[in-house]
């Protein structure tokens, strides 16, 4: 694991959501004791919600689709503060933060509590894990919608430029899709505006970023998946650092 320093900003508001998503094969719910007794004692606060899903199969001898409902579950911990929960199903286990320090805090999570659950579980192969940050650029120094641009990359914002005479832009929505050696990246940014298609009066412009696997990990090797979340983080910082100007970095700062 990188022993590299992330950059730290004193003022975090602009990161809402860190998000961090295992999928793997599918696992009995009988099991679901083994996870309580990881988790409870950090987070105590459980909430179980029943799930249906619907298996379809193809009979070709009476050439009909069999329609079966299964049970299945979804499990949700939170900490005592409410500010980062897990989820459980039968198929991936999710971590959400609210509040958010640095990577430091996911790694530690991922080693104390989402390794063990998989080792306990006997999960061989990891299917997929997924990084996600959503970043919102909410300073209210910024009045107008073009006042965005000088907190951004001006690549970033050359859409919010277009326009014909007498229209206004009310939501600008745009995708890049980035690849690795070994995993995806999809950055999207916008202003999204929640009050559409009415004026924006809200100026936030968010920078989302999504580092995802493109192959399947092996979960024997204990390295394998603290390893790759530590990239992805490091992915992603250099990414929001591209994104954002001089400026805005010494605002939150």
Do not use: C
């Amino acid at each position: 694991m990188s022993k590299e320093k992330p950059i730290l900003y004193k003022r975090a508001t602009q990161l809402k959501n860190v998000i961090l998503r295992i999928d793997y094969p599918s696992f009995p719910a009988d099991k679901i004791s083994i996870i309580d007794w990881i988790l409870k004692p950090k987070y105590p606060i459980v909430k179980q919600l029943p799930v249906k899903k619907w298996e379809i199969q193809y009979n070709f001898d009476k050439d009909e689709l069999n329609r079966t409902i299964i049970n299945s579950f979804e499990r949700i911990y939170q900490d005592t503060s409410k500010t980062k929960s897990i989820k459980i199903t039968e198929s991936y286990i999710g971590i959400t933060y609210t509040k958010y320090k640095d990577r430091s805090d996911l790694l530690k999570d991922v080693d104390e509590f989402i390794q063990k659950i998989i080792d306990a579980l006997d999960i061989k192969t990891i299917n997929k894990i997924w990084l996600r940050y959503v970043n919102i650029l909410d300073n209210t120094d910024a009045k107008e919608l073009s006042d965005r641009k000088q907190f951004v990359n001006k690549k970033l914002t050359t859409s919010l430029e277009f326009s014909t005479e007498n229209t206004k832009t009310v939501r600008s929505l745009s995708q890049i899709h980035l690849t690795t050696e070994s995993s995806m990246i999809i950055f999207r940014y916008w202003v999204f505006n929640k009050d559409y298609p009415s004026d924006i009066i809200n100026q936030e412009f968010v920078l989302d970023i999504d580092s995802q696997t493109i192959f399947p990990i092996d979960a024997t090797d204990k390295t394998s998946i603290i390893s790759t979340i530590d990239q992805y983080n490091k992915n992603i910082q250099k990414i929001f650092e591209t994104a954002i100007t001089e400026k805005y970095r010494n605002i939150i700062k």
